[in-house]
């Protein structure tokens, strides 16, 4: 069922006339090979009598936390050996042009994909074919039809469709869009009950089917302003999957600050969800210095057919401060912000839960002599959510034109709600990008992380090591730069 967009793309472009218009096409594959060491956890069991019970009520063996329930065995997860695994996929895009009518194109992003063997199964491994984009265009003056699998983006993220878009553009950077057909699972490239076999006894065994309509518009210059409305349902009509609505804006008409916002709309829930407010502006007596502040309150989205539905997410409103500036070859960037959770109104078991946070960061780059570039972070997080301290740095050497030699390390420590218990993960590795031609090349890369303890083992184990190496094939010829994309 999934190749069937790319049967009818290439069937509507094979039933063209063939024209003077001049044949072409260009893409890039890209094959890659991933291996990863994994430490899994299993369920496992202690007697009672062999835990200690802390003053706070808790239990633990050897510094491990157990749970112990009344009159039972205590429980914990116990890491096993060490598992590896290597899958390799491969993507080829293409878009080819000149098929016998003016304006007439046909694009294609595919994806397959297979298990080289190892301890355990990737995810997905199984499926080994997607196509993510398939589909026939025609752009001509100021219409672009699209038929065959594709993709929308905007205010309400990515969503993927088989059917048709139609798009209308009156006058330069003016649009409005109709777009429908059967809705592919979030996340994936595949119909519904297509990507969520196996879970048939959970979620209806049907497809849905996705509506929406968009807009964008330059109402003054330096003002830009995009709604979009969408709506999901099974195909039967019998419940509906979402409706929602998005509103985006940028503007420089009050430069030298500049402002910029978005925010959507659940009607289903009748509540706003995400949205944001941000204004940046460059500092006057310090004209390489920009600062900017966001107000911004995030509630997390779930479609209805979830179970994630029948709960009652706690949103949280945040303002951030964020100034960035370079001298010379080095830029420093810093930023501080606050957040507050709404009322919980859930039962607390052992204690109080923060219902605030605040994170603290800085990244720096500098260009050193040599075609040496360094880039490094840090971020504080302390609060709801627990305590984050996290760090990283990279260095990039390019010897030669075409030759990039990349070596990073990176530490994080995270305890209380969700942890690493009192310990740190360490991680280190390095890559060599060598490019060939305009768009071919090769790169490999390898990182290993380490778990490591002060005073106790944490409850997983973060030991891992991660290869790769991807090869990419360029052909075709440049048709020039689109006035659309």
Known sequence: ?????????????????????????????????????????????????????????????????????????????????????????????????????????????????????????WPRSDDAFDAILAYAELNRDQWRVRLG?????????????????????????????????????????????????????FVRDQ????????????????????????????????????????????SNALAPVSIDGSADYDFAFGRIGKMHVTARSQVPFAPTITVEATGRRYLPYFELWTIWGYFNPVAYHEVELRASGGIAAAAVTAFGSYRAYEPHDAPVVFGGISDDAFRLGASARMTLPGGVVVDGGYTVERGFGAYLSTGDVTAGWTPRERITVTVNGTA??????????????????????????ASSGVAVGLD?????????PGQPDWNQMRGWAVFRLGFGRDPGTAERD
């Open 448 to 456: 290993v992380y380490r778990q490591t303890f002060d005073n106790r």
């Open 207 to 250: 497809n849905a089917y996705l509506i929406g309509i968009a807009g964008e518009a330059e109402p003054w210059t330096g003002t830009r302003v995009a709604a979009r409305y969408q709506r999901e349902i099974w195909s039967d009509r019998s419940a509906l999957l979402s409706e929602r609505a998005s509103f985006d804006f940028a």
């Open 412 to 437: 994080s420590q995270q305890i209380e709600e969700f942890r690493l218990g009192e310990g740190m993960v360490w991680g280190g590795g390095g890559a060599i990008d060598l490019t060939i031609g």
């Open 149 to 201: 699998r594709q993709r929308t983006s905007g205010g309400l993220g990515f969503s993927g469709f088989d059917g048709a878009s139609v798009l209308y553009e009156p006058i330069a950077r003016t649009y409005v869009e109709a777009y429908g057909g059967r809705s592919l699972a979030r996340g994936l490239y595949e119909p519904r009950h297509e990507a969520l076999q196996g879970i048939d006894d």
């Open 1 to 121: 069922m999934t190749r069937w967009p790319v049967m009818t793309a290439l069937l509507l472009c094979s039933a063209l006339p063939a024209g003077a218009a001049a044949q072409g096409f260009r893409g890039v594959a890209t094959t890659t090979v991933r291996s990863i060491e994994i430490r899994p956890l299993q369920l496992d069991t202690v007697p009672r009598e062999e835990a200690t019970q802390l003053p706070d009520g808790s239990f633990e063996l050897d510094g491990i936390p157990l749970t112990c329930p009344p009159g039972l065995p205590c429980t914990y997860y116990r890491a096993l050996d060490s598992r590896r695994a290597t899958l390799l996929s491969q993507d080829v895009s293409l878009t080819a042009w000149g098929l016998g009518w003016t304006g007439v194109s046909a694009t294609f992003a595919l994806r397959a994909r297979a298990d080289l063997g190892g301890e355990f199964e």
